[in-house]
């Protein structure tokens, strides 16, 4: 019946585990007030006024340690645990002001309600226990003056234990109430505010930005070694009996785009581990005469020409612009066949422009642009830049234009 759920919910006991650890918490300030009490008496002449006084100095120290980190790290993870998650999305520790204030108030009720229920939670089973000897002694408890709180011995007081047993079931329904208003507080209070709500949002957005450029990183970077590993290995198997010495130079190529590709693996790796013995530098423009090499040892004709000096690029262009280029040589590898490649790299004073170009061939062709020329498109508009890539007459062109300074 639901009359008698509270009795049996798990989530009644969770909810009283919560309110004993706010009367748990609460010790501290009540050592504070049963010292403040006294030493307020030369003051305030009477005891009724230092209680008045010395309870009020109690309360403004709980309030003023409910805005410590600390506590609200514990009073998030108490809701979390022992209040079935109201609010699962809450920061434990709030970044707005607001958020702050709410948190602190949370924590005061936690060990206001939880010092209330802690004291009857104690004191019940010690009633229970009296009253059980009261029915054989006719004496429920003494005073503090030296007198005693009298009861008919025998079954004239037999009703004792009884009542105070039902006490203690009206105690685990106040608990589940209790707990119960708590947990809409928590969810009140504890909530995102609008502040917290965008800041997760734009870390969020970063996340997912980073991720994007991770996926670039080893679509382009493993990409391009995989193409050139599959079409050199394929040369060696055919003349790896006829040619010897074009073998060994195709393994090698494997060799080197392979150990380019696992640095590139374990750079892009170590960001997401957030290791730094793992970051490899990222390559740079500077470092095109290499990239054109492996593309002609798998056996591309690379013809490249540099104008301008490409050590002055700044290095996040550098960096992206390095990777748009070994993209459409991959690109040219794998979808023209082994046609003849020209690329131009054109550096002013504020600007870079790069052309990269080759015969459709006989491959298997594209159909407007992947993920690839999707990656290239996205690392462009990143830097400000501008990318058009499509098919000219009988060619296939990629064309880059990032500005940076005082001309973006």
């Not at 920061?91 to 209330?116: E, I, N, Y």
């Amino acid at each position: 019946m639901r009359v008698f759920a509270p009795l049996t919910s798990k989530a009644t006991y969770r909810r009283w585990v919560y309110l004993v650890l706010g009367g748990a918490i609460s010790v501290p300030y009540l050592l504070f007030s049963a010292v403040a009490v006294p030493s307020l008496l030369p003051f305030v002449t009477t005891l009724e006024r230092a209680t008045l006084v010395g309870g009020l100095l109690t309360l403004l120290v709980l309030a003023g340690t409910a805005f410590l980190p600390a506590v609200h790290v514990l009073e998030s993870t108490a809701v979390r645990e022992l209040l079935d998650d109201p609010v699962p999305d809450a920061p434990a520790k709030p970044r707005t002001r607001r958020g702050r204030r709410r948190a602190a108030t949370m924590f005061v009720l936690h060990v206001v309600a939880g010092f209330v229920v802690s004291f009857f939670s104690l004191l019940a089973p010690v009633m229970i226990g009296l009253s059980v000897s009261a029915v054989f002694t006719g004496q429920l408890f003494r005073t503090g003056d030296g007198g005693a709180v009298t009861v008919p011995a025998g079954w004239a007081s037999a009703w004792l234990p009884v009542v105070f047993v039902l006490g203690v079931v009206l105690l685990v329904y106040a608990v589940g109430a209790v707990g119960g208003l708590l947990r809409r507080a928590a969810a009140g209070l504890l909530g995102m505010t609008a502040a917290d709500r965008i800041a997760r949002l734009e870390r969020r957005t970063e996340q997912l930005a980073e991720r994007n450029r991770l996926a670039r990183e080893l679509h382009d970077s493993v990409g391009h070694a995989l193409s050139v590993v599959t079409v050199q290995a394929g040369a060696a198997r055919r003349t790896l009996r006829t040619d010897p010495a074009f073998t060994e130079r195709a393994l090698g190529a494997i060799e080197e785009s392979a150990r380019t590709a696992l640095d590139d693996l374990d750079h892009v790796l170590g960001l997401l581990r957030e290791e730094a013995a793992g970051r490899t530098p990222q390559p740079l423009l500077t470092g095109l005469p290499g990239l054109f090499e492996t593309t002609r040892l798998a056996g591309t004709e690379v013809t490249a020409e540099v104008r301008g000096d490409l050590a002055a690029v700044p290095a996040v262009v550098s960096r992206e612009v390095y990777r748009i280029l070994q993209e459409c040589l991959t690109n040219a590898v794998r979808h023209a066949g082994r046609v003849p490649v020209t690329a131009v790299v054109e550096v002013g004073p504020h600007s870079l422009v790069a052309r990269v170009a080759n015969p459709l061939g006989s491959g298997p062709g594209r159909s407007g642009g992947g993920r690839g020329v999707r990656g290239m498109t996205e690392r462009v508009t990143a830097l400000g830049g501008e990318l058009s890539a499509g098919r000219v007459a009988e060619r296939w062109e990629v064309v880059v234009r990032v500005p940076w300074g005082s001309r973006r």
